[in-house]
């Protein structure tokens, strides 16, 4: 009975752990309807997927064998405008996870003031096991399986966790030989050469940093004096570090699958990235020394940006806080629990929705090239995206004032409530 009761007990505990992220999501647009007032039908139906599909994917691997992954699109809602949403592959995927993402990304492009609605894909698979032949014919076959549910004017993928340009590339070519004409628009992220957007590469990190900068006026942060970490050294977080530290702040401490690192001297970003390229880690950067996770998300800095994947910052990891400003890089980093903690310590949340909308920004502004065919420089794109941002930013803040709530809860009322608006506008169909 001991055994029976210890194994609850831990089934218990992993659960706390990793809470189910759309539970989350729900949660955070239910607090967003109450200072809404929102009409129940109109809650009950953003509360829902709109589409959800499962697709199961056989791939011939490398060895002769067939194996079968399991992908996932979720079309969340679309009362703004097409779907729109990144395509993750990680072995951790799950459907409510995709649900979730995809929740916050119909309310990331309203915050972002985008004419988009809200999607998100992922399959089951560890791409750091998989050969380029493998991860090709695996992206092709999911391709194949959601050309009928995307398009220029319904659902525009891009990259997100373990994918990339190629990645888009060979979903972009599946799309146009099943559908039989070059349609650019299909997809976003893509290579230069197939038509992708100048700066879309360091566009979620470059974002994140204006948002950053914004809040440190509001909250009156010298940035040529600040510190800051990151945690998940990735493409998203080693962007933002770089950019972040022409404005003057030093890197304290950076983690990524395999470690965390932390440096009181400060850490160059760029020669980072290069310590991590050559390595395959951020561990081992020399002059640093290894500490936990938990250690890096506690560690006392001005800014925090969580950059890894969802339910990093748990209420045991929030009471120990100290940056004054977290810029979320990563989506739903932070629980609703671990919000309340944060914001009760007197913490600055940037939240995902607005912190890392970078990212769909210039991905909207990609379309929008591919759909005109007509391309602006590097210099024309982020000068839009951070007019968009920073609007985007002041949305929020003004909101959170308003209400008297924390800049979560305040970047939901305005993407939320853009949201609700277009759906009451439009009516229920029949």
Not at 136 to 157: H, N
Not at 174 to 203: C, E, Q, W
Not at 275 to 299: A, N, R, Y
Not at 391 to 398: G, K, L, P, Q, T
Request: with cysteine; charged share 20%.
């Amino acid at each position: 009975m001991a055994q029976k009761y210890e194994v609850r007990q831990l089934q218990q505990t992993q659960q706390q752990v990793k809470p189910n992220p759309f539970e989350n999501a729900l949660e955070q647009l239910r607090i967003a309807a109450e200072h809404l007032k929102l009409d129940e039908g109109i809650h009950q139906i953003l509360a829902h997927p709109k589409r959800q599909l499962t697709v199961s994917l056989p791939v011939k691997m490398d060895d002769g064998s067939t194996k079968v992954f399991t992908g996932y699109r979720v079309q969340y809602n679309d009362a703004r405008g097409p779907f729109k949403g990144g395509i993750r592959y990680h072995p951790g995927v799950t459907l409510d996870e995709v649900k979730a993402l995809a929740a916050w990304m119909t309310w990331k492009t309203s915050v972002a003031n985008i004419p988009y609605g809200g999607a998100k894909g992922g399959i089951i698979c560890d791409p750091k096991h998989m050969s380029a032949g493998e991860n090709e014919r695996m992206t092709r076959r999911f391709a194949a399986s959601i050309t009928p549910i995307i398009g220029p004017y319904k659902d525009i993928p891009a990259p997100d966790v373990y994918t990339n340009s190629q990645t888009m590339a060979w979903i972009l070519d599946t799309y146009n030989t099943i559908v039989g004409l070059m349609s650019p628009a299909v997809i976003t992220g893509k290579p230069i050469s197939l038509g992708g957007s100048l700066g879309r590469d360091k566009a979620t990190g470059r974002g994140a940093v204006y948002t950053t900068v914004e809040a440190a006026k509001v909250n009156k942060v010298d940035l040529k004096k600040a510190t800051f970490a990151v945690q998940g050294f990735g493409n998203a977080g080693a962007n933002f570090a770089e950019i972040l530290q022409t404005y003057g702040p030093k890197l304290r401490g950076a983690s990524d699958s395999k470690g965390a690192i932390m440096s009181k001297a400060g850490m160059d970003a760029a020669k980072l990235v290069a310590h991590k390229e050559k390595t395959g880690s951020v561990v081992g950067f020399p002059g640093s020394q290894e500490i936990s996770d938990k250690e890096l998300l506690q560690m006392d800095v001005d800014i925090l940006s969580p950059a890894a994947l969802e339910n990093s910052i748990l209420p045991d990891i929030a009471r120990g806080v100290k940056a004054k400003i977290i810029t979320e890089c990563a989506n739903g980093p932070t629980t609703p629990e671990a919000d309340k903690i944060l914001h009760a310590n007197g913490v600055f949340m940037i939240p995902d929705i607005l912190a890392n909308s970078g990212g769909v920004i210039v991905s909207y502004l990609e379309w929008v090239q591919n759909l005109e065919r007509n391309y602006w420089t590097e210099d024309e794109v982020n000068s839009m995206l951070e007019k968009k941002i920073t609007s985007a930013f002041r949305d929020v803040h003004a909101a959170s004032l308003k209400h008297n709530v924390d800049m979560r809860t305040g970047a939901m009322i305005v993407g939320v409530g853009r949201v609700a608006e277009a759906v009451r506008t439009l009516g229920v169909f029949p």
